[in-house]
Protein backbone atom coordinates (compact mmCIF):
# COMPACT_ATOMS: atom_id res chain seq x y z
CA UNK A 1 0.00 0.00 0.00
CA UNK A 2 1.98 3.07 -1.33
CA UNK A 3 -0.93 5.47 -0.17
CA UNK A 4 -0.41 9.02 -2.30
CA UNK A 5 2.56 8.93 -4.48
CA UNK A 6 3.38 11.86 -6.29
CA UNK A 7 6.27 12.69 -9.94
CA UNK A 8 8.19 14.01 -9.92
CA UNK A 9 9.80 15.38 -6.21
CA UNK A 10 12.16 18.37 -7.92
CA UNK A 11 11.74 20.23 -11.34
CA UNK A 12 12.59 23.16 -13.01
CA UNK A 13 11.01 24.78 -15.87
CA UNK A 14 11.55 27.91 -18.03
CA UNK A 15 8.49 30.67 -18.09
CA UNK A 16 6.06 29.34 -20.86
CA UNK A 17 6.58 25.77 -20.64
CA UNK A 18 4.23 22.93 -19.73
CA UNK A 19 4.43 20.30 -17.98
CA UNK A 20 2.24 17.72 -15.38
CA UNK A 21 2.60 16.92 -12.66
CA UNK A 22 1.68 13.44 -11.73
CA UNK A 23 -0.33 11.90 -8.52
CA UNK A 24 -1.66 8.43 -7.87
CA UNK A 25 -3.47 6.78 -4.68
CA UNK A 26 -3.84 3.48 -4.18
CA UNK A 27 -6.63 3.38 -1.52
CA UNK A 28 -9.39 3.83 -3.51
CA UNK A 29 -10.31 7.28 -2.59
CA UNK A 30 -12.83 9.50 -4.01
CA UNK A 31 -11.78 12.29 -3.55
CA UNK A 32 -8.29 14.15 -4.68
CA UNK A 33 -7.11 17.53 -4.72
CA UNK A 34 -4.33 19.98 -5.05
CA UNK A 35 -2.64 22.09 -2.93
CA UNK A 36 0.17 25.06 -3.12
CA UNK A 37 2.32 25.92 -0.30
CA UNK A 38 3.85 28.90 -0.22
CA UNK A 39 5.85 30.45 2.56
CA UNK A 40 3.97 31.97 5.10
CA UNK A 41 0.52 31.19 2.98
CA UNK A 42 0.16 27.56 4.43
CA UNK A 43 -1.48 25.67 1.97
CA UNK A 44 -4.19 26.90 -0.93
CA UNK A 45 -6.69 24.74 -2.99
CA UNK A 46 -6.17 24.73 -6.68
CA UNK A 47 -8.69 22.17 -8.11
CA UNK A 48 -10.07 19.00 -6.58
CA UNK A 49 -12.33 15.80 -8.25
CA UNK A 50 -15.30 13.85 -5.73
CA UNK A 51 -14.80 10.96 -8.26
CA UNK A 52 -13.66 9.97 -11.81
CA UNK A 53 -15.00 12.54 -14.50
CA UNK A 54 -15.37 14.98 -11.71
CA UNK A 55 -13.63 18.13 -10.99
CA UNK A 56 -14.04 21.62 -9.96
CA UNK A 57 -11.69 24.50 -9.18
CA UNK A 58 -10.59 25.49 -5.46
CA UNK A 59 -8.91 29.18 -4.30
CA UNK A 60 -6.26 29.74 -6.72
CA UNK A 61 -7.16 27.66 -10.23
CA UNK A 62 -5.83 29.70 -12.88
CA UNK A 63 -3.26 28.63 -14.59
CA UNK A 64 -3.32 24.96 -13.92
CA UNK A 65 -6.06 22.37 -15.34
CA UNK A 66 -6.67 18.88 -13.93
CA UNK A 67 -8.73 15.86 -14.84
CA UNK A 68 -9.76 12.67 -13.30
CA UNK A 69 -10.30 9.72 -16.18
CA UNK A 70 -9.59 6.85 -13.41
CA UNK A 71 -10.55 6.60 -9.78
CA UNK A 72 -6.57 6.16 -9.08
CA UNK A 73 -4.78 9.52 -10.98
CA UNK A 74 -5.07 13.13 -10.75
CA UNK A 75 -2.76 14.95 -12.57
CA UNK A 76 -2.23 18.41 -12.38
CA UNK A 77 -0.89 20.13 -15.48
CA UNK A 78 0.64 23.38 -15.87
CA UNK A 79 -0.02 25.22 -19.34
CA UNK A 80 2.20 28.20 -19.49
CA UNK A 81 4.48 28.07 -16.60
CA UNK A 82 4.99 31.54 -14.93
CA UNK A 83 7.71 32.61 -12.07
CA UNK A 84 4.16 32.85 -9.79
CA UNK A 85 3.87 29.55 -9.87
CA UNK A 86 7.30 28.47 -8.21
CA UNK A 87 6.00 26.75 -4.94
CA UNK A 88 5.74 23.24 -3.77
CA UNK A 89 2.53 21.21 -4.74
CA UNK A 90 0.84 18.58 -2.70
CA UNK A 91 -1.70 16.18 -3.90
CA UNK A 92 -4.44 14.71 -1.43
CA UNK A 93 -7.05 11.91 -1.32
CA UNK A 94 -9.48 11.03 1.15
CA UNK A 95 -12.09 8.45 1.30
CA UNK A 96 -14.74 10.74 0.80
CA UNK A 97 -15.85 14.43 0.13
CA UNK A 98 -16.94 14.90 3.51
CA UNK A 99 -13.73 16.55 4.98
CA UNK A 100 -15.34 17.58 7.91
CA UNK A 101 -14.83 13.46 9.34
CA UNK A 102 -12.16 12.01 6.63
CA UNK A 103 -8.69 12.40 6.90
CA UNK A 104 -7.15 13.79 3.99
CA UNK A 105 -3.35 11.85 3.09
CA UNK A 106 -0.35 13.77 1.61
CA UNK A 107 1.85 12.89 -0.72
CA UNK A 108 5.62 13.85 -0.11
CA UNK A 109 5.07 16.96 -2.47
CA UNK A 110 7.01 18.27 -5.69
CA UNK A 111 8.48 21.27 -5.86
CA UNK A 112 8.56 23.54 -8.49
CA UNK A 113 10.73 26.26 -9.50
CA UNK A 114 10.08 28.13 -12.16
CA UNK A 115 12.99 30.87 -14.25
CA UNK B 1 -15.44 33.45 4.54
CA UNK B 2 -13.89 31.16 6.61
CA UNK B 3 -10.19 31.52 7.72
CA UNK B 4 -7.46 30.46 10.23
CA UNK B 5 -4.85 32.94 12.29
CA UNK B 6 -2.13 30.87 13.81
CA UNK B 7 0.86 31.94 15.75
CA UNK B 8 4.03 32.95 13.83
CA UNK B 9 7.25 31.08 14.22
CA UNK B 10 9.92 30.17 14.08
CA UNK B 11 9.45 28.06 17.66
CA UNK B 12 12.65 27.04 19.26
CA UNK B 13 12.67 25.13 22.57
CA UNK B 14 14.74 22.38 24.55
CA UNK B 15 14.07 19.11 24.81
CA UNK B 16 10.83 18.35 27.68
CA UNK B 17 10.12 21.96 27.29
CA UNK B 18 6.12 22.71 27.45
CA UNK B 19 4.69 23.30 23.97
CA UNK B 20 1.75 25.42 23.08
CA UNK B 21 1.05 26.84 19.59
CA UNK B 22 -1.86 28.98 19.30
CA UNK B 23 -4.89 28.51 16.22
CA UNK B 24 -7.98 31.02 16.61
CA UNK B 25 -10.11 30.81 13.12
CA UNK B 26 -13.13 32.55 11.67
CA UNK B 27 -16.36 30.50 10.52
CA UNK B 28 -19.93 30.49 10.18
CA UNK B 29 -21.75 27.90 12.23
CA UNK B 30 -19.45 24.76 13.73
CA UNK B 31 -17.04 23.75 11.46
CA UNK B 32 -14.91 20.65 12.05
CA UNK B 33 -11.13 22.11 13.60
CA UNK B 34 -7.62 19.90 12.40
CA UNK B 35 -3.85 20.17 13.84
CA UNK B 36 -1.62 18.68 10.92
CA UNK B 37 2.41 18.39 11.06
CA UNK B 38 4.36 18.57 8.53
CA UNK B 39 8.17 16.42 9.30
CA UNK B 40 10.91 17.35 7.10
CA UNK B 41 11.27 16.33 3.42
CA UNK B 42 7.49 15.16 3.67
CA UNK B 43 4.09 15.59 2.87
CA UNK B 44 1.34 16.99 5.68
CA UNK B 45 -0.45 13.80 8.37
CA UNK B 46 -3.14 14.12 10.52
CA UNK B 47 -1.94 14.97 14.23
CA UNK B 48 -5.65 15.64 15.96
CA UNK B 49 -8.74 16.64 15.52
CA UNK B 50 -12.71 17.28 16.76
CA UNK B 51 -15.58 18.00 15.22
CA UNK B 52 -17.63 19.56 18.08
CA UNK B 53 -17.59 22.34 20.49
CA UNK B 54 -15.56 21.03 23.32
CA UNK B 55 -14.30 17.93 21.87
CA UNK B 56 -10.56 17.68 22.79
CA UNK B 57 -8.61 15.79 20.12
CA UNK B 58 -5.23 13.97 21.26
CA UNK B 59 -2.55 12.47 19.62
CA UNK B 60 1.12 11.25 20.61
CA UNK B 61 0.85 13.22 23.50
CA UNK B 62 -0.43 16.44 21.95
CA UNK B 63 -3.88 17.91 22.70
CA UNK B 64 -6.00 20.67 21.91
CA UNK B 65 -9.52 21.70 22.74
CA UNK B 66 -12.44 23.21 20.03
CA UNK B 67 -13.32 26.46 22.30
CA UNK B 68 -16.00 27.91 20.50
CA UNK B 69 -16.09 30.82 23.08
CA UNK B 70 -12.84 32.01 21.89
CA UNK B 71 -13.19 30.12 18.49
CA UNK B 72 -9.74 29.12 19.38
CA UNK B 73 -8.43 25.43 19.07
CA UNK B 74 -4.70 25.79 20.76
CA UNK B 75 -2.12 22.84 20.42
CA UNK B 76 0.12 21.72 23.44
CA UNK B 77 2.13 19.14 24.42
CA UNK B 78 3.42 19.14 27.84
CA UNK B 79 7.28 17.63 27.28
CA UNK B 80 8.41 17.76 23.54
CA UNK B 81 11.12 15.78 21.90
CA UNK B 82 13.72 16.16 19.50
CA UNK B 83 11.54 13.90 17.05
CA UNK B 84 8.78 16.98 17.19
CA UNK B 85 10.58 19.26 14.95
CA UNK B 86 8.17 20.01 12.31
CA UNK B 87 5.90 22.52 10.89
CA UNK B 88 2.70 22.83 12.81
CA UNK B 89 -0.41 23.58 10.66
CA UNK B 90 -3.94 24.14 11.96
CA UNK B 91 -7.28 23.60 9.84
CA UNK B 92 -10.96 24.18 9.46
CA UNK B 93 -13.30 22.15 7.68
CA UNK B 94 -16.71 23.75 7.19
CA UNK B 95 -17.67 22.56 3.98
CA UNK B 96 -17.00 19.25 2.70
CA UNK B 97 -14.60 19.15 0.19
CA UNK B 98 -12.27 21.98 1.29
CA UNK B 99 -10.19 22.25 4.27
CA UNK B 100 -8.80 26.18 5.14
CA UNK B 101 -4.66 25.88 6.50
CA UNK B 102 -3.13 28.65 8.86
CA UNK B 103 0.16 29.82 7.53
CA UNK B 104 1.95 26.88 9.66
CA UNK B 105 4.88 27.32 12.42
CA UNK B 106 8.21 25.95 12.50
CA UNK B 107 9.00 24.22 15.49
CA UNK B 108 12.41 23.44 16.31
CA UNK B 109 13.85 21.26 19.58
CA UNK B 110 16.83 21.02 20.62
CA UNK B 111 18.45 18.11 22.62
Known amino acids: NAGVTQTPKFQVLKTGQSMTLQCAQD?????MSWYRQDPGMGLRLIHY???????DQGEVPNGYNVSRSTTEDFPLRLLSAAPSQTSVYFC??????????????FGPGTRLTVL | GNSVTQMEGPVTLSEEAFLTINCTYT??????LFWYVQYPGEGLQLLLK?????DKGSNKGFEATYRKETTSFHLEKGSVQVSDSAVYFC??????????FGAGTTVTVRA
Open chain 1, 92 to 105: ASSYSQVLTYNEQF
Open chain 1, 27 to 31: MNHEY
Open chain 1, 49 to 55: SVGAGIT
Open chain 2, 27 to 32: ATGYPS
Open chain 2, 50 to 54: ATKAD
Open chain 2, 91 to 100: ALSHNDYKLS
